[in-house]
T-cell receptor, first 113, second 115 residues
């Protein structure tokens, strides 16, 4: 069964203090790893899709990387508006349940001014 | 380009009632997936519809059912509501072409409270 574990569960940073969020996964043939941002009471907002080990993607202060067992979301010089829950999800390849995303529980990031 | 929309935004029901939630997919998308998100948890996959057929289902009982219409909009129906059905229900749309892991784009969700 596909599994996604995110750590830490919660992270509190000062504005400008860079850090990384971790997403460890086990999946039968990765077809895609996805990062989303979710604000309280709202739907997840798409950030990145990664397909293969070694791939990296960047957007403003965020950079996502992927290895064969985990993904990192690096946040450089965060601002208070980066405060949100960050969700990681995987989609398996091959046959079977390759239609669905399996999510982790998320990391709640708080950036203090 | 219109994003994913859901209605209603909030809903209060009592145990045993039935509920219908609605979703309009993003322009150009042909696949709709539904997820349930309990407080403090990640979204859990309910089912997916592609070309008006159920394409896959998660570990949810048959009282959770759905439809997809020719315009790719979708409905989620839940019968015999239970207290544990209280959650944020998310709809996600994507374009499925059988190739790489298609990115799913989420709507704002419907918050369901069962009393």
């Amino acid at each position: 069964e596909d599994q996604v574990t995110q750590s830490p569960e919660a992270l509190r940073l000062q504005e400008g203090e860079s850090s990384s969020l971790n997403c460890s996964y086990t999946v039968s043939g990765l077809r895609g790893l996805f990062w989303y941002r979710q604000d309280p009471g709202k739907g997840p907002e798409f950030l990145f899709t990664l397909y293969s080990a070694g791939e990296e993607k960047e957007k403003e202060r965020l950079k996502a990387t992927l290895t064969k067992k985990e993904s990192f979301l690096h946040i450089t010089a965060p601002k208070p508006e980066d405060s949100a829950t960050y969700l990681c999800a995987v989609r398996p390849g091959g046959g079977g349940s390759n239609y669905k995303l399996t999510f982790g529980k998320g990391t709640l990031l708080t950036v203090n001014p | 380009e219109t994003g994913v929309t859901q209605s209603p935004t909030h809903l209060i029901k009592t145990r045993g009632q039935q509920v219908t939630l609605r979703c309009s997919s993003q322009s150009g998308h042909n696949t709709v997936s539904w997820y349930q998100q309990a407080l403090g948890q990640g979204p859990q996959f309910i089912f997916q519809y592609y070309r008006e057929e159920e394409n896959g289902r998660g570990n949810f009982p048959p009282r959770f059912s759905g439809l997809q219409f020719p315009n790719y909009s979708s409905e989620l129906n839940v019968n015999a509501l239970e207290l544990d059905d209280s959650a944020l229900y998310l709809c996600a749309s994507s374009w499925s072409s059988g190739s790489l892991g298609e990115t799913q784009y989420f709507g704002p969700g419907t918050r369901l409270l069962v009393l």
